[in-house]
C-alpha cells in the first residue's frame, strides 16, 4: 500500500520535538549551577537517580526477555499472534524507558540550576524549570511519534493483511510501553515515598527540623524519588497514554471504515497521527509563551502556565478542522467537534483538579483548617473532599464519550453495526484530542519535581529567606500542576480503555479467523468470523448483563484496582517503616547529626528506598499481566469484556479519588507553611503533615498507577487475544 505524503508530517514533528528538547536541554546545560555546595548536594541527588534507574532497568529487561519467548512462542510456534509482535512489544518498552531516561537526566541537572536561577529572580526560575520540564514533555511526544512512523513504515512494506492487521499489531507495542510504565511508577512511586514518608515521620514531627533540611539522613533519597517517581515514572507513563491513544484510534478508523477500504480507511488510520503531529508545534508556541513576574501570586503563576496550555488547546481545536478537512476524512465536521469534546474534557477535568488541590481554594483551605483540631480531622476532610472531586471528572467523561460518539456518528443512536463503528472511532479521536497538546501539559506535570528540588538544593545549601520563599511559590505551583497532570493523564486514559475495548473485539475477530473459527450473524448466516460486525460478535458471545461471565469479569475488574492499590500501599508502608528505623538510628548513634556538626549517612538511606521498590515493584506489576490472561482462560471473551469495563469504571474513579486527596493534603500542609492557621511549627503545621504523609502514596504511586493498569490490561488481553480464543 502506497504511504500518503501527508503522513510524513509525524517523522517530520518528531525530528522537530526531539531537536527543540536537544535546544532546551543545551540552553539549561548553560545555566550556571550556583556554590560548590549546591552542585554538590545536586550531583548527589543525580548520582542516586541514575544507580536507581539503572538497577530498575536490569530487573524489568528480565521481564520483558521473557514476556518476548512467550510472544514468540504463540507467534512461530501456536501461530495464533502476528509474527511482528514480540518485537513491537520490545520497541515500545525500549522507547518509554528511553523517554523516562532523558526526562530525568534533565530534571537532576536543572534542578540546581533552577535554585540558583531563583537568586535572581522567580521569572528566571521558573523559565529554567518549566523549559526542563518542556523537555520531558518533547521527549514523550517526539519519541512516541518516532515509534509510530517507523512501525507504520515497516508493517506497511512487508504486512501484507492490510490496515486492520497493521494497526492492531502496533498496538503491541504499546503494550511493551504500558508494561514499562507500570514498572517505572510504581517502582519510583515506592522509592519516592519510602523516602518522603520517613523523612517526614521523624524529621519533620519528631525532631522538628524543616523540610529538605540536611540534617535529615533521609533528605537525599527523597529528592532522588522525586525525579524517579515524579519524571521517569511520569515519563514512561504518559508516553504508553499518548502513543495508545493513537493506536488505538488508528486501529478503530482501520475497522470502521473496512467496508470502504481504499484511500477513505487509510485516511481515517492517518489522522490521529496527523493531530498528534500538528500539536507538536503548537505546543512549541505555548511552551515560549509562560513566563511571570517578581512577587507573582499563586493565581498568577497558575495564570501564566494556563495561558500557555489554553492556547495550545485552542490552536489545536482550530487546526483539527483544517486537517480532517484537507486530509478528506468522511464526516470531517463531526469529528472535529470529537476532538474539541476531548480537548474539553481535558481543560474542565484540569480546572476541577486544580480547584480541589490548589491552596487557592476553599476545598484545601477547608482541610489547613481542619488542622486545628487534629490530624484525625485533616484525614476525614482530605479524604471527602477526594471523594467528592470525582463528581465533575466521571460526569465530564461521561458526557465526553457520549458527545465524541454522536458527532462521530451523525448522532445515528440506532447502534447499528456502522453506527458503533463510527462513534467508537469518534471516542478514540477524543482521546488523541486531549493528548495532542502533551508537550506542554506533561512540561507543566514534570515542572513540578524539578520545582520540588530546587526547594530541597535552597534549603540545603542554606540560601537566603528570599530565594526559599520563591523556590517555595515555584513548588506549590508544582504541587497543583502535579495533581492537575495526573487528573489529565486519568482522563485520557477513560477515553483511551474505552477505544482500546474495541480494539479488543478487532483483534479477537483476527485471531478468531486465522484459526479458521465461523460463526452466526444476527441473521443466522454462518460466517468468517473476520466479517463479523461488533453486534454479530457481541451477539455470539452473550456479552450482556445478564451473562454471568460478564458480571464476574465485572466485579474482578473493580476488584483489580482495589488490590493493586492495597499493594501498592501496603509496599510503601513497609518501605517506609524501614526508612524510620534507619534516620532514628542515625539520630541516635551519629552523634552531632542535630546539631550540624557531623554529616548523615545519605547513601544507606538511598541504599533502602532502591532495595526496597526493587522488591516491592515486581508482584503488584505482574498481577496487572496476569489477571486479564487467567480471566481470558478461564471466562472467554466475555468475562474479559467485563473485566476491562469493570476495571475502567472502578480504575478510573479511584484513581481521581487518590490523586486529588493527596494533591489537597499536600497543598493543605503548605498553605499552613506561608503562615495561615499559625504557619510553620504549630499544632495546625503538624496535623497537616500526618495528611500529607497519609497522601503521598496517595498521589504518587497507587493513584497515577491505576490509569496504567486499566489499559494495561486492555494491552495484555488484546496481545493474548490468540491465547483466549484457543480456549474458545
Not at 510524513?8 to 550556571?32: D, N, R
Not at 548536594?41 to 514476556?67: C, E, H, N, P, S
Not at 478503530?252 to 490521529?272: D, F, R
Not at 541504599?607 to 503488584?620: D, K, L, N
Request: hydrophobic share 50%; net charge negative; aromatic share 8%.
Amino acid at each position: 500500500m502506497t504511504i500518503p505524503v501527508e503522513f510524513w508530517l509525524v517523522p517530520i514533528a518528531s525530528v522537530v520535538a526531539l531537536g527543540m528538547a536537544w535546544f532546551f536541554f543545551c540552553q539549561m546545560m548553560k545555566e550556571e549551577e550556583g556554590s560548590p555546595r549546591m552542585m554538590e548536594i545536586a550531583k548527589y541527588v543525580r548520582d542516586g537517580a541514575m544507580a536507581y534507574l539503572k538497577q530498575q532497568y536490569k530487573v524489568v529487561t528480565y521481564v520483558f526477555i521473557a514476556l518476548a519467548i512467550i510472544f514468540a512462542f504463540m507467534a512461530y510456534v501456536l501461530k495464533v499472534q502476528n509474527p511482528w509482535v514480540p518485537f513491537a512489544f520490545l520497541t515500545g518498552g525500549f522507547f518509554s524507558g528511553l523517554a523516562g531516561f532523558f526526562g530525568m537526566k534533565t530534571a537532576t541537572y536543572a534542578s540546581g540550576r533552577t535554585a540558583n536561577a531563583a537568586r535572581k529572580s522567580l521569572d528566571a526560575g521558573l523559565k529554567i524549570a518549566f523549559r526542563s520540564g518542556a523537555v520531558m514533555g518533547l521527549t514523550v511526544v517526539g519519541l512516541g511519534l518516532l515509534d509510530i512512523a517507523i512501525w507504520f513504515v515497516v508493517l506497511n512494506i512487508f504486512d501484507t493483511d492490510g490496515l486492520i492487521s497493521i494497526t492492531t499489531t502496533m498496538l503491541t507495542f504499546g503494550m511493551g510501553a504500558s508494561t514499562q510504565a507500570l514498572f517505572a511508577r510504581v517502582g519510583g512511586g515506592i522509592y519516592t515515598k519510602a523516602a518522603d514518608v520517613g523523612a517526614d515521620i521523624v524529621g519533620k514531627v519528631e525532631a522538628d527540623i524543616p523540610e529538605d533540611d540536611p540534617r535529615n539522613p533521609a533528605t537525599i533519597a527523597d529528592n532522588v524519588g522525586d525525579n524517579v517517581g515524579d519524571v521517569a515514572g511520569m515519563g514512561a507513563d504518559l508516553y504508553e497514554s499518548y502513543c495508545g491513544s493513537v493506536l488505538s484510534t488508528a486501529a478503530l478508523g482501520a475497522a470502521a471504515y473496512a467496508v470502504v477500504g481504499g484511500e477513505t480507511q487509510l485516511k481515517a488510520v492517518i489522522a490521529p497521527m496527523l493531530i498528534a503531529a500538528v500539536g507538536v508545534f503548537l505546543s512549541l508556541i505555548g511552551i515560549f509563551l509562560v513566563r511571570t513576574k517578581e512577587g507573582a501570586s499563586m493565581r498568577d503563576l497558575l495564570r501564566s502556565l494556563s495561558l500557555g496550555t489554553n492556547v495550545s488547546a485552542v490552536l489545536i481545536a482550530i487546526a483539527t478542522f483544517a486537517i480532517l478537512y484537507l486530509l478528506g476524512v468522511e464526516n470531517w465536521m463531526g469529528l472535529s467537534f470529537s476532538v474539541i469534546t476531548g480537548l474539553a474534557a481535558g481543560v474542565i477535568i484540569g480546572q476541577a483538579t486544580e480547584y480541589y488541590t490548589s491552596h487557592s481554594y476553599k476545598p484545601t483551605q477547608k482541610i489547613s483548617e481542619a488542622g486545628l483540631t487534629g490530624s484525625a480531622t485533616v484525614i476525614i476532610k482530605g479524604i471527602g473532599t477526594g471523594m467528592i472531586s470525582t463528581c465533575i471528572p466521571v460526569i465530564t467523561i461521561g458526557v465526553a464519550i457520549m458527545l465524541s460518539y454522536l458527532c462521530a456518528n451523525g448522532f445515528d443512536l440506532s447502534m447499528s453495526s456502522s453506527s458503533l463503528a463510527h462513534g467508537l472511532y469518534g471516542v478514540g479521536i477524543a482521546a488523541v484530542g486531549m493528548l495532542s497538546t502533551l508537550g506542554i501539559t506533561l512540561a507543566t506535570d514534570a515542572y513540578g519535581p524539578i520545582a520540588d528540588n530546587a526547594g530541597g538544593n535552597a534549603e540545603m545549601s542554606e540560601l537566603g529567606e528570599e530565594v526559599r520563599h520563591r523556590t517555595d511559590a515555584l513548588d506549590a505551583l508544582g504541587n497543583t500542576t502535579a495533581a492537575t497532570g495526573k487528573g489529565f493523564a486519568i482522563g485520557s486514559a477513560a477515553l483511551t480503555a474505552l477505544a482500546l475495548l474495541a480494539s479488543y473485539i478487532e483483534e479477537i475477530k483476527i485471531a478468531m479467523a486465522r484459526t479458521g473459527v465461523e460463526l452466526q450473524n444476527l441473521a443466522g448466516e454462518t460466517i468468517n468470523a473476520a466479517d463479523a460486525t461488533i453486534p454479530d460478535f457481541m451477539n455470539y458471545f452473550q456479552v450482556n448483563l445478564m451473562n454471568p461471565k460478564v458480571l464476574v469479569g465485572a466485579f474482578i475488574g473493580a476488584m483489580a484496582a482495589f488490590l493493586f492499590c492495597g499493594l501498592t500501599m501496603e509496599a510503601v508502608g513497609r518501605a517506609a517503616q524501614k526508612m524510620v528505623v534507619e534516620v532514628r538510628r542515625q539520630f541516635k548513634e551519629i552523634a552531632g547529626i542535630l546539631e550540624g556538626k557531623a554529616t548523615p549517612d545519605y547513601g544507606r538511606c538511598v541504599e533502602i528506598s532502591t532495595r526496597a521498590a526493587q522488591h516491592e515493584m515486581i508482584f503488584p506489576s505482574i498481577l496487572a499481566i496476569v489477571i486479564p490472561i487467567v480471566v481470558g482462560c478461564v471466562l472467554g471473551v466475555a468475562g474479559v469484556l467485563g473485566l476491562l469495563v469493570g476495571g475502567l469504571a472502578g480504575g478510573f474513579t479511584l484513581a481521581v479519588f487518590m490523586a486529588n486527596a493527596g494533591g489537597a493534603w499536600d497543598n493543605a500542609k503548605k498553605n499552613i507553611e506561608e503562615g495561615n492557621f499559625g504557619g510553620k511549627g504549630s499544632f495546625a503545621h503538624k496535623a497537616t503533615i500526618v495528611g500529607d504523609t497519609v497522601g503521598d502514596p496517595f498521589k504518587d504511586t497507587s493513584g497515577p498507577s491505576l490509569n496504567i493498569l486499566i489499559k494495561l490490561m486492555s494491552m495484555v488481553s488484546i496481545v493474548m487475544a490468540g491465547l483466549t480464543v484457543a480456549f474458545i
